[in-house]
Structure formats: C-alpha cells, structure tokens
C-alpha cells in the first residue's frame, strides 16, 4: 500500500500538467476599482498579458488563463463587478494540441530541417552542431555556459572574417514564449543565404532559458522562468528578464520567491542571465546592437524600462524603431507598436535590453512577436513562416542600423 501510495505520488509529480477547460479571457477593466479586484487575484490566476497584475490599468485589456475550476466563479465575480470580458481562447489544452501539427502529417517532415515546427532543447542543440558542420566556413558552435540544470547554452556566430562588427541576437529568455526560438533557428538560415555576413558578424543564441523551455516540452507549456531552486524556498525558478543588471530589483519586478517576476536573489544570479551578460560585457567593443525576442504583443520596445527617464539617444533608438515598424508590416500588414519599454509596455527592472544599452551596446532592443492575443503563447506551427518572414525584414532594419553605428553614422 505504502508503496502504491509512493509510487502514485512520484508519477503525479512527473506527469505533464494538462490545460483542459482552462480558457483565456480578455477582461476590459475602466474602473480603478476594478483594476484592483484584478489584481487582487495574483497568486491565483495566469497573468499572460501584461505578464503581472501591478501592470494592470484603466482601459487597457488584460489577458488571463483561468483554470477550469475556478471559471464559473471568476466570471460571475466579473460581471458582478461589471467588468466586460470575452473569451479569447475557449479551451487552452485544445489550443496548445493544435499548436503542433502531426508530424507525419506535415508536408516538409522528410525534408532536412524543419523550421516550420517547433523544436525541442535536444533538438535544437543537435541543430546547432549541425550548422557548424554544414557550413564551417561560415559557422561557428560555441556554448557561452551552463544553465542550473547542467545544460549548455549554444551560441552560433556567423561570420565571413574577424573584426567585422557585430550584434547580438538571443532568443527564449521567457520559456513559454515558444515562437521565439522558432524564429532564431530560421533567422540563421535566411542569414546563411544573405549578404549582410560581408558586413557584420551575427552572434545567435537560440535558447538562453534552456531548463525552462525543456520543461515547457516535458511538464508545464505555460512556464515562464528559469529552474532553480534555493534553500528556503518552495518555488522554483527566477525570471531572468528581471534579473540583469539594470535597475535591478525596481519597479515592476518581485521580490517574492513565487512570483512569475522574482528578480532573484542577487543580480545575474541565473547562471543563464549571467552567461548573456559576461558575453555582452566581453565583447562590448564590437556589439553595435543587441536584439531580444520574446512573446507576444508585437512590439519594438527599446530602453529604458526601468525608469520613465529617457535614453540619452533616444531619437536614434527611436529611428530604427520606426523603419522596423514599417519593416515587419510589409510582408502581412502585420501591425506592431513601438516605444521605449516604460511607456509602451510597462516599467520592469532587470531587463536584458537596458543592461545592454548600458553597458554600451548602441542600439539595444526588445521584439514582443505575434500575435496580439488571439493565440498568445499556443501560437500554431503554421504562423512560423510568415514570422519568420516578416521578421527577417525587421532584422534587416537592425542590421542596417548596426553598420551605421559602426560607420559612425547617427541618424534621428
Ligand atoms: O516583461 C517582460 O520581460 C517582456 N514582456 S513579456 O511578455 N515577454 O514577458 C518585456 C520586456 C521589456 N524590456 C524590459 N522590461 N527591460
Ligand atoms: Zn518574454
């Protein structure tokens, strides 16, 4: 018996968390009194968009998974409160089944790579090693460390010689956020096929947060942070876009284990955010931009978010921001916002772009890619091409801009 308790207890901790009759909603606060109810229900709803109930406001719509159990109550709550909401997604575990297509199925299975799915960790990694193999003059694999876990994080550089100057591209802070390193892995290929390569030399990480993205696959497909855990706590994990160094623990961020923003218990203490930062830092001489990806909004966000202050080169951020924004709505008419982070997204500390903006890198970027809620994170495989597509076009913006940077050329 105890044994069959035992044995019950451990397959319980290892199943896959499943999503079935959990919906999203979009809720429409106007009242300050109802942005507060919302609020109120940290600790018990999911936060998709904004990420946290500190970044709820007035008329601004909020996106949120509600499990199953708790629906009829919550919704009864809503409107007894007269919040108008819509159900943005009906059944959660049926929109992350449809996320991924069957894979004998999909008409480009037998055919190389395919970029058109999303990977996972193992695959990725593979992925990388064989990138380096298929194209060694152009390619190089290195792992910039290792995660808590003891995974490595892979790095591609692609150049055509030395001392050419460089950006950094990353992808996968965020686990959930799964396009994301959906599109580092096409973003490489497409760049293997173009010309740019003559001008800069492109670092690609395609999964920073790779312990969180490997548990998205196995266990929790809504997981947002990283896997460590510390004595004293029984959560797990540090959300490594709070935990840089730039503004670190300020608004917006958590000083609580549990919460989906914990900034952790001392700057760069994710040995992934610190893998990033001591690349940044080594090469902060040749880095003349620094994008991250992550999901969703479609958004060009650049610094600062943790302070309402404004960048000392804020027209020149500003600049490329536009001609991305015009960029990445040609292919689709795929409309995105711009802005520096504080004001068009929220105030958040410890992010990734700031402390690359501070630490020198001229031209430092956010994207928030698709979509704007109706999938949110279970974004089907079938979105990936025009993605990567209308993204390429972005990054052409970006690339642009990291040679005028290098030619000492200032445009607002
Ligand atoms: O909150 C974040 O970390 C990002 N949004 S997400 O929904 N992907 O979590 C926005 C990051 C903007 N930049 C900084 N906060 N530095
Ligand atoms: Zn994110």
């Known amino acids: 018996m105890k044994l069959f308790v035992l044995f019950s207890l451990v397959s319980l901790a290892l199943a896959k968390k499943t999503f079935f009759g959990d919906q999203v909603l979009t809720l429409y606060p106007t009242t300050q009194d109802q942005v507060e109810l919302i609020r109120g229900y940290e600790d018990e709803i999911d936060f998709w968009n904004p990420g946290y109930p500190s970044q709820v406001h007035e ?5 949120v998974r509600i ?12 409107k007894d409160a007269g919040i108008n909401f819509e159900v943005k997604i009906g059944d959660v575990q049926m929109a992350i089944d449809e996320q991924v297509e069957p894979r004998s199925n999909h008409p480009k299975a037998l055919i190389g790579y395919n970029y058109d799915v999303y990977h996972t960790y193992d695959q990725i990694n593979s992925w990388t090693m064989d990138m380096e193999q298929q194209y060694p003059t152009l390619v190089t694999r ?3 460390g290792t995660s808590w876990e003891g995974r490595d994080i892979p790095m591609l550089t692609l150049k055509t010689s030395d001392s050419k100057p460089a ?10 956020e799964w396009i994301s390193p959906a599109f580092c892995q096409c973003y490489v290929q497409q760049l293997i096929d173009s010309e740019i390569l003559n001008d800069l030399t492109i670092h690609v990480i395609p999964v920073v947060n790779v312990d969180g ?6 266990t929790d497909r809504m997981w947002r942070k990283t896997r460590s855990k510390r004595a004293g706590s029984i ?9 840089c160094d730039a503004g670190w623990s300020g608004p917006g961020s958590s000083s609580k284990p549990c919460s989906e923003t914990y900034y952790g218990p001392e700057k760069e203490s994710e040995p992934e955010v610190k893998a990033v930062a001591d690349f940044i830092r080594a090469n902060i001489n040749s880095l003349k931009a620094y994008v991250t990806f992550h999901a969703y909004g479609q958004m060009i966000l650049y610094p600062y978010s943790y302070t309402e202050g404004v960048a000392a080169t804020k027209d020149n951020l500003d600049y490329y921001a536009v001609a991305a ?8 008419n795929t409309n995105y916002i711009y802005g520096p982070g504080a004001t068009t997204i929220y105030l958040a500390a410890g992010g990734s772009d700031d402390f690359a903006y501070d630490a020198g890198v001229p031209l430092s970027y956010t994207i928030e890619l698709r979509d704007e809620g109706r999938y949110g994170f279970a974004l089907p495989e079938r979105q990936i091409e025009p993605v990567c597509i209308e993204t390429f076009n972005l990054m052409e913006v970006m690339h642009q801009g990291a040679r005028d940077r290098a030619n000492g050329i200032i445009l607002e």
């Open 59 to 63: 008329n601004s719509p909020v996106d």
């Open 67 to 78: 499990e199953k159990f708790q629906l009829m109550k919550f919704k009864r709550t809503m």
């Open 142 to 144: 290195s792992v910039i």
């Open 167 to 176: 950006m950094l591209v990353d992808c996968g802070f965020h686990a959930r």
């Open 213 to 218: 993205y490997e548990y998205t696959h196995t």
């Open 235 to 243: 959560c797990y994990g540090v959300d490594p876009n709070r935990n």
């Open 325 to 332: 924004y015009n960029a990445v709505k040609t292919p689709y």
